[in-house]
T-cell receptor, first 112, second 111 residues
Framework: ETGVTQTPRHLVMGMTNKKSLKCEQH?????MYWYKQSAKKPLELMFV???????ENNSVPSRFSPECPNSSHLFLHLHTLQPEDSALYLC???????????FGPGTRLTVT | GIQVEQSPPDLILQEGANSTLRCNFS?????LQWFHQNPWGQLINLFY???GTKQNGRLSATTVATERYSLLYISSSQTTDSGVYFC?????????????FGEGTQLTVNP
């Protein structure tokens, strides 16, 4: 695998379900990010992790819970989501101190 | 926070035509990236260009940091160039890496 991978690519879940999104980067980076892209809106930053430590939470509701066990892996745990949370969730990585970010293919989430 | 405006919002071209996409930003930047989002949602890095000019095949980009704008040029457009083009910036005053995206330019290239 090369670059940034995300699984699953598509996910349909009910409002009472619990699911997790996974991101893995194979670029040797040490910063990872979650972004949300809703229909007709620009990408919005959700969380930032530098060296496995969360450095930014952009006022994201607690029903989204990130986890970064190491510099290569990032998870987004989902529970009791709302239909308006349906969106494309994108993961990115970069090297701390080097600004260019690289994105994964995204997980298209539908909440029913 | 920093504001990013892209124009035009929509652009329709015939194959072979040239185009210029613009990105205006409201403050000094550490980072400016151009991306192409394909129909499946993948964001493809085109340029990392906080200042200066770069070229990659039929694409080139110029950022004039002192005047707070960047331009993406697409020459001899092809149908595969269709998709949404995003400009994203990180302001100099921000701590950590925090890209702010514009709303994008939806490009359609017709055969």
């Amino acid at each position: 695998e090369t670059g940034v991978t995300q699984t699953p690519r598509h996910l349909v879940m009910g409002m009472t379900n619990k699911k997790s999104l996974k991101c893995e980067q194979h670029l040797g980076h040490n910063a990872m990010y979650w972004y949300k892209q809703s229909a007709k809106k620009p990408l919005e930053l959700m969380f930032v992790y530098n060296f496995k430590e969360q450095t930014e939470n952009n006022s994201v509701p607690s029903r989204f819970s990130p986890e970064c066990p190491n510099s290569s892996h990032l998870f987004l745990h989902l529970h009791t989501l709302q239909p308006e949370d349906s969106a494309l969730y994108l993961c990115a990585s970069s090297q701390v101190g080097v600004y260019e970010q690289y994105f994964g293919p995204g997980t298209r989430l539908t909440v029913t | 926070g920093i504001q990013v405006e892209q124009s035009p919002p929509d652009l329709i071209l015939q194959e072979g035509a040239n185009s210029t996409l613009r990105c205006n930003f409201s403050d000094s930047v550490n980072n400016l990236q151009w991306f192409h989002q394909n129909p499946w949602g993948q964001l493809i890095n085109l340029f990392y260009i906080p200042s200066g000019t770069k070229q990659n095949g039929r694409l080139s980009a110029t950022t004039v940091a002192t005047e707070r704008y960047s331009l993406l040029y697409i020459s001899s457009s092809q149908t595969t160039d269709s998709g949404v083009y995003f400009c994203a910036v990180e302001g100099e005053g921000t701590s950590g890496s925090r890209l702010t995206f514009g709303e994008g330019t939806q490009l359609t290239v017709n055969p």
